[in-house]
């Protein structure tokens, strides 16, 4: 044969070889998936045996389960049986006690309405004649006693059980609760065991007229027994699948319950037939080692209407129960389960003889087309080689344009040199979306996104032309419509003598780029939680704001905007809902202004609005400034939704015009946050305009703080007491406040540095300190008789009160100093209990377990909610000196004053009040309910030395 390489042969050789590889590889498949068919039939009966098995173990396991959830159900509810049966009776009898009295008592002397009370309770007789009624007055002697008469009128009230425990005290206990009824356990004879006693329940009720407990009881190992006896009638019927049942055994193993055979319940093994002795005696050993899955053989009939009987096997779930000591054994027939088998076998050899058919037959069909493609592919690949060498020329042109065109991982499309697209990359596909047979025969002008006018173009084609090439950024137009921009870089094509044959094109998607870049530029210029400017893009704007009000003549704004408390949202809320809260208030500030404004952030929750294009006139502009400020207040303060809770909030507002044309970026932004601090210091939500005093202002805060400071350190600060007192003028108390004794300015107001010491966070060790010293105070006076029984008020701060180890610190002060805690008494005011009432409640429930008491300061002039007052663990209530000055003169100020009072008295609270100053006040304060008092009528604060000497005035009762 001639072997050489032509049209002829090689169709030939590739028929030969192709349908001998063909003949080997069907072989060996029909080989292979046979084999696989046996294994996987194997397989597949074993899993099936196995799944079959654990069905019937998981159901075992199930039904057991079942069965002790619903005996601990029946054990459970014995003692709440009992006491409602109990109670039952006892009011049947109160019913005839109460009808007799009510009939006779008008008429008849008490010792006959007694007899005849007796009498009628005495024959009644119930729970299967074990119960009856007894009486026994609270003095302790037994009033009826139907089952030792001889008992009555005698004392028992040291009658005992086996335990000791003293029987009648017990039921007098439970009479004497506020309900004046209870129950009472203890042990007792029982009526079938006299010498034996056993656990009774007893049920009392107080009869008031005649002082007597009226009662009745009855012996809980009876009403358990009756659980017991309701169990087993509900097991024996229990049945499950075709022959699933549940036996019970004692702890001697004898049978209870035998579902199967019924006549061995009762019996112990020994008592029993061979194969049900075995049996039982195999469950009761599975039980003492524990319990688990046993298999036995056991007896059974061969058919409902035949009395002869055969063995089969049992696979059982043996478990115990203890409270009652029953072995429970849920068990089946393993032939049960041999149906289903049989059904999963036949239908898995059912389904291997139809995969084997199929396997055959796709096997002849595999031979068949490898054959019949065998003889197409011989012919067509002959008429193949008489085509090869007539396009081997064609090929070579072809392949030096692709060497160009196409090593590249670039777009690319090539053009011939009128323009027309000759070719196209994948890469091109993928960049523009347009596929190879809708690009080819088309220009470049396809991609054309109409960003670029004709003067690009044209400029594009002379550089080509003279240079042999362009490069530059072009935006384009993909075919889903979408414009991008990318690197085009565009190469000519020439022969040996310069003649331009095709243009090569390179394109490159710049997308992610400028992407990247934009997102640089945003990261530079915006915040990146609000997407608001940030300082840098703010101060710019700010800059141009400036020189464009200087160019105008116009006048232009700037609002520093601070969030009020948002520190407190932020630690009680959570930070990632103060982020969401920052979110929401920048899109409200958005919402507030007009499209030509700036709303930026700074940082924290400091934003700046700059308002543009005002009023050339001052005046107007500032009240232009004012309506948009106002807007923000109103913005601001509109609740909002974080997480399913309420919050409201506020801000404060500095505003700074650009009136002096000498000022520059920076000057406007710290004149903007004087004004922003000075309307905080103004009460806070709320707007105020700088203006030159207010640098003054500030700067002397400033030095106040770190004089304040500096204070704390040297001890410059002390403690005067103002005493606190009862109707008749004796001291009961004082209550401790803080003086600054400044070196240069002397006294300073607390009105003054309180405050102050809120705002700077001094507050905290300045309120440790006072807390220090007044346990002090209280700690020497416990050790002198005469102000031994002296109390101490103190008030804490909204900063101290939030603090986690709140509760710690004043703990480890009254340890340290040794105060009796009870004599300790912590003012709070309504204001800071509303932050977070429930951390409030928690930490003075803490601190009340320890014995110190808390009064709730300026009542009245908050807006305390009663459901959180009622909650709160107080022991006084103070009105505030705004109601007390106003008593003499205002009738409403009297009506509060009452219905405070009541209010306390109704809480089981104290009630003082403070800054009294007039006998009539006192007076008017006395006739309203009111008689604890503090206030200048008297004494005004002073040293402890002026309290302990003070005289105690004679005041009218």
Not at 23 to 40: D, E, I, K, Y
Not at 189 to 214: C, G, H, N, S
Not at 284 to 290: E, I, K, L, P, S
């Amino acid at each position: 044969m001639d072997l050489s390489v032509n049209e002829t042969t090689m169709p030939r050789l590739h028929l030969i070889g192709t349908l001998s590889l063909l003949l080997v590889v069907t072989l060996a498949m029909a080989g292979f998936f046979s084999w696989q068919s046996v294994q996987n039939h194997r397989a597949a009966l074993e899993r099936i045996e196995t799944v079959i098995h654990q069905q019937q173990r998981t159901r075992l396991r199930s039904e057991t389960q079942s069965a002790v959830d619903y005996l601990e159900f029946l054990r459970q509810r014995t003692e709440s049986v009992l006491r409602r049966s109990i109670v039952e009776q006892v009011d049947v009898a109160m019913q005839m006690v109460e009808a007799i009295h009510a009939r006779e008592s008008a008429h008849r002397p008490a010792a006959e309405v007694q007899r005849l009370i007796r009498e009628a309770l005495r024959p009644a007789r119930f729970f299967e004649g074990r119960g009856y009624f007894f009486i026994d007055d609270m003095d302790g002697s037994f009033v009826l006693l139907p089952t030792a008469p001889q008992y009555e009128g005698r004392a028992g009230i040291d009658n005992r059980d086996g335990t000791g425990h003293y029987i009648m005290r017990g039921l007098i206990e439970a009479a004497r609760k506020p309900q004046g009824e209870g129950f009472s356990r203890y042990q007792w004879y029982r009526p079938d065991a006299p010498q034996t006693m056993a656990e009774k329940m007893a049920y009392v009720r107080l009869f008031e007229p005649y002082q007597w407990l009226i009662g009745t009881g009855d012996y809980l190992y009876e009403w358990e027994d009756r659980q017991k006896k309701e169990a087993m009638q509900r097991l024996r019927a229990l049945r499950f699948g075709s022959s699933g049942s549940i036996g019970l055994l004692d702890r001697d193993g004898r049978s209870l319950i035998s579902p199967n055979n019924p006549a061995l319940e009762g019996l112990k093994p020994e008592q029993m037939p061979a194969h049900e002795r075995k049996a039982l005696q195999t469950l009761f050993a599975t039980a003492q080692a524990g319990g688990g899955f046993v298999e036995y053989d056991w007896p059974r009939k061969k058919s409902p209407d035949d009395s002869n009987t055969e063995v089969g096997r049992k696979t059982a779930l043996v478990s115990v129960y203890e409270p009652w000591g029953w072995i429970i054994v849920t068990t089946t027939f393993n032939d049960e389960l041999q149906s289903t088998l049989h059904a999963e076998t036949y239908a898995q050899e059912q389904g291997n003889s139809q995969q084997r058919l199929q396997l055959a037959l796709v096997l002849a069909a595999v031979a068949a087309l490898g054959i019949m493609g065998s003889f197409v592919f011989s012919r067509w690949s002959k008429k193949l080689f008489a085509r090869y060498h007539q396009e081997l020329a064609q090929a070579q042109a072809d392949l030096r344009i692709a060497a160009i065109a196409f090593d590249s991982q670039e777009g690319i499309f090539v053009t011939d040199p009128q323009g027309v697209i000759l070719r196209v990359n994948h890469s091109f596909t993928d960049i523009t979306g347009y596929p190879a047979e809708e690009a080819i025969g088309q220009t470049p002008a396809l991609l054309k996104s109409g960003r670029h006018d004709a003067h690009f173009y044209q400029k594009m084609r002379d550089t080509v032309n003279h240079t042999g090439g362009w490069h530059g950024e072009v935006w384009n137009r993909r075919k889903n419509g979408t414009i991008f921009p990318e690197w085009l870089t565009i190469t000519a094509v020439k022969t040996d003598d310069g003649t331009v044959t095709h243009y090569v094109s390179t394109l490159t998607d710049i997308t992610q780029r400028k992407a990247a870049e934009e997102e640089i530029r945003h990261l530079a210029y915006y915040d990146a939680l609000t997407q608001l400017p940030n300082r840098r893009l703010l101060l710019d704007r700010l800059q141009h704001a400036l020189l464009n009000s200087r160019r105008t003549g116009r006048q232009a704004a700037l609002m520093f905007i601070d969030l009020d408390h948002f520190k407190l949202i932020n630690d009680t809320q959570g930070h990632d809902k103060g982020d969401i809260l920052l979110q929401e208030v920048a899109q409200r500030l958005l919402q507030t202004v007009r499209a030509n404004d700036t709303v930026a952030r700074l940082g924290g929750d400091e934003f700046v609005v700059l308002l543009e294009d005002l009023s050339p006139e001052v005046d107007e502009a500032a009240a232009e400034a004012t309506v948009v400020a106002e807007k923000v207040l109103d913005a601001v303060a509109q609740a909002w939704m974080l997480d399913g809770n309420e919050i409201k909030s506020s801000c404060s507002i500095g505003v700074v015009l650009f009136t002096d044309s000498n000022a520059s970026a920076e000057d406007l932004m710290k004149h903007a946050d004087l004004a922003m601090y000075q309307a905080k210091e103004s009460g806070r939500n709320t707007v105020r305009f700088f203006n030159p005093q207010m640098h003054e202002s500030i700067v002397k805060r400033v030095a106040l703080e770190k004089d304040l400071r500096t204070g704390l350190e040297r001890q410059q600060l002390f403690l005067l007491y103002q005493a606190q007192v009862n109707t008749h003028g004796h001291i009961l108390g004082a209550e401790a406040l803080v003086r600054w004794n400044h070196p240069r300015h002397g006294l300073v107001s607390p009105n003054e540095f309180i405050p102050l010491a809120e705002d700077s966070g001094l507050i905290l060790p300045l309120g440790q300190w006072v807390l220090h010293a007044a346990c002090e105070q209280l700690a020497r006076w416990a050790q002198e008789p005469t102000h031994a029984h002296l109390t101490l008020a103190v008030n804490v701060s909204g900063r101290q009160l939030r603090q986690p180890d709140f509760v710690q610190q004043v703990l480890d002060t009254l340890k340290k100093t040794g105060a009796p805690p009870q004599l300790l008494k912590l003012e709070l005011t309504e204001s800071l209990l509303l932050d977070n009432p429930q951390d409030a409640i928690t930490k003075m429930m803490a601190l009340k377990k320890h014995g110190v008491g808390f009064s709730l300061d300026d009542f009245g002039t908050g807006y305390s909610s009663l459901a959180y007052l009622r909650r709160l663990p107080l022991s006084q209530l103070k009105i505030d000196g705004s109601f007390v000055r106003d008593l003499v003169s205002e009738p409403r100020a009297v009506a509060i004053v009452r219905t405070i009072v009541t209010l306390a008295d109704s809480l089981g609270l104290q009630v003082i009040a403070e800054g009294v100053e007039t006998q009539e006040q006192r007076e008017s304060l006395a006739h309203n309910g009111c008689h604890t008092y503090q206030g200048y009528l008297f004494s005004r604060p002073g040293t402890v030395q002026e309290l302990e000497i003070m005289p105690q005035p004679r005041l009218p009762t």
